[in-house]
Structures are given as C-alpha cells and as structure tokens.
C-alpha cells in the first residue's frame, strides 16, 4: 500500500488530529449525572468489539484498497478492541528492558515492520446526526492510520496518550466504515523503550463523542489552600476554574457539591471562568481521599468531574500535602495482565488498587507511561498519591557500541527530537491536568537530560505550578554543558546504597538539600526485595527522605495457554483417593482450567455463611460451574491462582475463621460447551452415581453387614451417601439447565 511514511517522519508526529485536551465525556443537560457512568451517555458511542483483522509483513504488502474494507468482508478473521494482537496468535510476544527490538537508527524503523490492518462498522443514529462527531482512540501501539468510509483521516503516535479525530465531515447518518492501520514501530518508537512486554495493536477504548456545534472543548481546574493546621485541615480554600469553548465564549453554570452530597456553591459565569471560595473544606489526601463534584453546563450539555482540595510542597527540603510530611510508600506499576497483555479493564485495575491497599500501599509511579485514564480517576476515589509520567523512555540508546556520555544524551540533546519530547510531556499534562491524586509530573525515564528536558519542564511549570516535577536521569549530561537542575523539585535516585543515602543528608552542611526519592528501588522482580527494613529506618530517621516506590508491582509474565497439571486437580480432592482424581479430573480440570484463566479479570466477592462457612463468588461470563476447595492450604497449593488465594485467606482472617474453614468457590466463566456430549456425559454420570447410592443404601440396611464391619468404614459409607445426595442434585440441575 503507498502511504506517507508518516511513521518516520520527524516533522510529523500527527496529522489532522485534535488539540490535547482534559479527559471528559459531556452528558445531556439536565441529565442523572450524579448516579451515571460515560456508557450510559447518549453523547457517548462506543466501538469496542471483534473487529475484522489481518496481519501484514510491512506497508507495502497491505492491499491499496483496505480503506475501503472490500477485501475485509464476513469471512474475515476477527480480533477484539481493545487487545493486543501477540495476545491472539498473531506475530509473537517479545520482552527486553533495555535494548531496542530493532537496530538502532533514528528514526528510521526496519523496513520488515508489521501492520495490522482492522476494520469494523459502526452506525449513526438519525437523532446523533446533526451532532459533530469525534472519534476517539485512547491507545494504539506504536501509530495509526485512520479512514472513515474510505476517505483518510488522519495520523497520531505516542502509544499510551489519547488521539482524537473530528470526522464530523467523514461520516455519515446510517453505515459508516472505519478502517485502521496500525504500524509495530514509528520513531516514536525510540522513546518508548520501556521495560515490557512489546505488544502492538488498538490495546484500549476507541469510542465517539457526539458534541454541538459549540461546547466546552477544555477546563483546567487548580484548588488553593493555605494555612493549614497540624491536622491537615484548613479554614478557606479555593477551587478555580478556566474553560475554553471550542468557538465563541458563552454562560457556564456550575455547582459544587461537597464529598457529603450537599451543595456547596453554585452559580453562573458569562465567561466560563470563575472562583468559588470554600470555609473550612473537607480536603483530599491519600488516607482520606474525600472529593467535591463539579458540574458545568453549556451549549445543552454537562461535564462532571470530581475536585480534590489539596496542596502539594516542598518546605524546607521537605515533601508535604496539605501542611503535613508524607511518606512515599509506592510501586511502579505498567498496564499488566497475564491475560490480557496491556489491554487491562477496569476490574483489572481495581483489582490492582484494592489490594496495594490492603498492603498499605499509598503511591503509584506509571512506569513509564500515562497508564490507561481509568487508573487517576481511580487513584482519586481510592486514595493514592500518583507520580503521573510521560510516556517516554530512550534507555536503548545506552546500549549500541561502546557508548559515550554523548551517546546516553543522544535525544535529550538533538534539537530534531525536541518537538517529540514536548509533545510526549504536553500529551501527559493535558489528559490529566484535573487529577488531584497527581503530586508530580515526570518528564519520563532513563533517557539522559539536556536542554530537551529544560524546554519540557519549563512548560510544565509555566502551565501547572500547583504541582511538583520528576525526573531521574540527570546523572547522565553531555559532557561541558551547564544543565539546569533547578526545574526539578526533588533530587530521584535509582537503587542507591544505603551509604548514598546517609551521605547526601550528612553532607548538606547546612544547606538544605532537595527532598530525597527513590523512584525505583527493592528490584522485586524475582529474587527480592531483601532491604526494605534497612531502607526505612532511613526514611523515618531523615525528614526529607520523601520515601521510594518499589519495582514492581507485579511479574509481567503473560498467559502461554498450556494446560495445568494433575497436581492442580490433586488439590482440590485433598482427602480423596487415586481413583477418584482420574475419575473426576476430565471434568475437573477444564473448570480448574477456566478458573486460571479468570483470576486477573474476576470481581471476587465474599459472604459470610453460618459456622465460618466461606463462599467466594468468581464473576465472569456465562455458565456456572462449582469447585470445592477443603482447606485453605489447598487452595494455595493451586498454581497460577495466587490471586484468588490471596483473598480466600485474607478475607477468612478477616472473619476469624479457622484454617479448616472450608471454602466453596463457584466459578462463572465464558466457555462454549457441546451440549448434546455434555447432556450424555451427565446422563452417564448420574446412572454411575445412582449406582453407588444404591448400592451404598442396600449395604447400610443389611444387618448382617453392619454387624461385621467397622464402625469407621459405616460412617465412612454413610457420609459418602451424603455427598452423593449432594452430587445426584447438582447434575439432575445441570441436565435441567441444559434442556
């Protein structure tokens, strides 16, 4: 296919895309919003879903009329939006921290550079018509093409940023077809060499947003407080609002509401702009993430956004929110999921968060990019300090031949990079600028400083001083040159010894240093982390240790689809026999089978039966199977579920159980099943179990019988009678569901 090789192209990282903006989905006005998720919209549209798919070699092998999808009509494979196509069998998974996976020569990509080619179809209500249209692509690795009934749209980079699209004058009311093509690698490429797996494809929501012909196009919202008092509470504070439209300023109305639901001011301004002074406020931190609710209507519609009254400083050399030191108690965390690669959901990430709170967690860097927009809103509901960083990391350059200072320095310092480098910070800042989680922007990772750095960070002060700025590669600088620190706020350090540590505190003579973070340290990626004891009792003896955040939060390992061993199935049948292993594991295995899959996309909830009894309820899709775990132990003997064990045991703590309590874990998951071979298979199990109840039942009523044998082998019979009581009823109920 001839296309602008956009894809290589310095001078053009994005074609006919939307000015960045603040992450919003509008809702009618006069609408539920309180209560109502961006789904239940009607200027919201989502595009998730199997799209048609086929993968090329390069460019040039895509057919010159794919725009139109003629070649991509009902006997196309299919692949599911958002995903990362490695994750469907397509190309291969590939993990490097370092070094590129290409040779390096910027920005030049191989010639042999993969393209994955997708269409899908979408409709356009009549009522949706007169709506401007924009289309919106949350995350696409490494850049995308994009057409709209066959007419080019435009083009966009950075993988874990937002592109947006006005294709108000593409589309039409009715059918309309969107194709996409993705390229593996971009020049952009160089700057996203981030320690993961390398995954390619639309890996999150792409969706539309219908918008009138003017609206509110962007608002940044900044909260004020001064004086606070050693609780962290403060007598006034203020939350101001700018609003841009995207033609003619007109009216905003607004009301705040208060983290109890109440009112706590309203009002209207003729220009969008406006300051609402609050007495004594209920203010945001980490331990009490308490938020206000912003409403602001205009041109028919209403954009929510929750407030969070906070402020971040350093006094003193010390790091502090709302008056008060805090400690950094972090983690670096990447999109990760074994079975979805980088295309996590939402349960995926609460997930995540709720259980970096039980371990009293407080703080998430995204390593080593803007994570997927749900993560800050969520970091703002459950209570996290967020390092927010650009989705930018050059840490290849240190590995070509022999290299110099200069080398390491390469593209903090060529002017030909610098407009990259703005526009991966810009990109960050924008989308997130309302998150009250976020105390620092990070300008990225491992990718050297120079003057490329120094025009990022003094936008970002220019444009946001309300927060602090994070960068930790300032140990490498082009040699004669006078870098500015002065742009950072605090002084970020990688795996420092101890010894580093208790020099750069000891050696101020009087001068009151930076606030010390470590950004990464404690390497638990395998063997580890063994010093954490020795790191906090440095954190606490020193006031201006801000802390660390671990690296990381989990193993990146990705689901390989082998199946799980007889040992799993031997698990679950603690007190049973050989025999009775071989004869259930057929049926056994597949749910145990499922039940790994589901582990990281579940929704686990607990109830509290009488006596202990524990039921751990694992919601995915579809049918329902049962597997009965008898002991905790044996449920974290059971590989690959560390997850559901985790919660089994911390919730059976938490309600005082025994470690003999038993746990009934009903799994719901998606697996299509042949319903005749099953319907036989129940059939055959049943009569096999009818015959041993019958059998059982004419032994316990001979006499004989029961006066030989031992009273362990009649109890034994008896309670075998029981769970075939229990077993006849669940298959008779499974034939009954099966029709």
Not at 677 to 706: C, H, P, V, W, Y
């Amino acid at each position: 296919m001839k296309i602008e090789h956009y894809f290589q192209d310095l001078d053009i990282l994005h074609v006919n895309t939307e000015n960045d903006r603040a992450y919003s989905i509008p809702f009618p006005e006069h609408s539920e919003i309180l209560q109502e998720r961006r789904e239940e919209s009607n200027r919201f549209q989502l595009l998730n879903g199997q799209w048609r798919f086929r993968l090329y070699e390069n460019v040039e092998a895509v057919p010159q009329n794919f725009p139109l999808g003629e070649t991509f009509e009902e006997d196309c494979p299919t692949l599911p939006v958002p995903s990362a196509w490695q994750m469907h069998g397509y190309d291969r998974n590939q993990y490097t921290n370092m070094r590129y996976p290409f040779p390096f020569n910027p920005p030049f990509v191989p010639a042999q550079n993969p393209c994955g080619a997708y269409v899908t179809d979408f409709e356009i209500s009549q009522d949706r018509a007169p709506f401007r249209k924009y289309l919106n692509f949350e995350g696409v690795d490494s850049c995308c093409y994009v057409w709209v009934n066959g007419r080019f749209v435009g083009y966009h980079q950075v993988s874990h940023c937002t592109g947006e699209y006005d294709i108000t004058d593409y589309a039409v009311p009715g059918r309309n077809r969107l194709a996409v093509l993705v390229v593996k690698w971009c020049d952009g490429s160089y700057f996203e060499d981030q320690d993961k797996f390398r995954m390619s494809g639309i890996f999150r929501d792409v969706y539309l947003i219908y918008r009138p012909e003017n609206f509110i196009r962007d608002y940044f919202v900044l909260t004020k407080a001064e004086d606070f008092s050693e609780n962290g509470s403060t007598a006034r504070a203020s939350v101001e609002v700018s609003v841009q439209f995207r033609k003619t300023t007109e009216p905003v109305v607004y009301c705040l509401f208060a983290p109890d639901g109440m009112l706590a001011a309203q009002g209207e301004s003729a220009n969008g702009n406006f300051s609402v002074q609050l007495e004594t406020p209920q203010c945001w931190n980490a331990e009490q993430p308490l938020l206000y609710t912003l409403l602001l209507t205009a041109c028919g519609e209403t954009i929510q956004e929750k407030v969070g009254i906070r402020a971040i400083r350093v006094e003193n050399g010390v790091l502090q929110v709302n008056g008060r030191p805090i400690k950094i108690k972090g983690v670096n965390r990447h999109d990760s999921s074994p079975f979805h690669g980088c295309a996590v959901t939402e349960e995926d990430i609460r997930t995540d968060l709720a259980l970096m709170k039980r371990h009293n967690i407080n703080a998430i860097r995204t390593s080593h990019y803007p994570n997927s927009p749900i993560l800050p809103r969520l970091c703002d509901e459950y209570g996290f300090y967020l390092i927010a960083e650009a989705d930018l990391e050059a840490h290849g350059q240190e590995m070509i031949y022999h290299p110099t200072e200069e080398d390491l320095c390469f593209f903090a310092n060529d002017p030909a990079y610098r407009e990259s480098i703005l526009d991966r910070v810009k990109k960050l800042v924008q989308r997130d600028k309302n998150r009250p989680c976020i105390l620092f922007w990070s300008l990225g990772n491992e990718s050297g400083y120079g003057p490329n750095f120094e025009v990022a960070a003094r936008w970002v002060r220019d444009f946001d001083a309300s927060r602090l700025i994070h960068y930790e590669h300032i140990a490498h600088v082009m040699p004669g040159s006078d870098p500015d620190f002065s742009l950072l706020d605090v002084t970020s350090r990688m795996y420092p010894p101890t010894e580093f540590i208790r020099e750069y505190f000891q050696d101020a003579q009087g001068d009151t240093p930076k606030p010390l973070l470590l950004c990464e340290y404690c390497h638990a990626m395998g063997n580890g982390p063994g010093d954490l004891e020795d790191y906090f009792s440095l954190v606490y003896r020193y006031d201006g240790f801000a802390g660390g955040l671990i690296w990381e939060w989990c193993d990146h390992a990705v689901y390989d689809g082998k199946p799980p061993k007889k040992s799993i199935a031997l698990a679950a049948y603690p007190q049973g026999d050989p025999a009775q292993v071989d004869a259930a594991a057929e049926t056994e295995m597949a749910i145990l089978q499922d039940l790994i899959v589901a582990v990281r996309n579940i929704r686990a909830e607990l109830k509290i039966e009488p006596k202990q009894k524990l039921t751990i309820e694992i919601h995915a899709d579809d049918e329902i199977r049962s597997l009965i775990v008898h002991d905790r132990a044996a449920l974290e003997r059971m590989a690959n579920v560390e997850s559901v064990a985790f919660v089994a045991q911390s919730l059976a703590n938490a309600a005082g159980a025994r470690s003999t309590a038993r746990f009934d874990v009903r799994v719901i998951y998606e697996r299509k099943i042949d319903v005749a071979a099953e319907r036989e298979r129940l059939i055959k199990e049943l009569a096999k179990m009818s015959g041993e109840m019958d059998r059982a039942t004419a032994q316990l009523a001979n006499d004989g019988f029961l006066a030989k044998a031992p009273e362990k082998v009649v109890n034994g019979l008896k309670q075998r009678r029981g769970e075939l009581e229990v077993l006849i009823a669940k298959a008779n109920s499974a034939l009954a569901e099966l029709g």
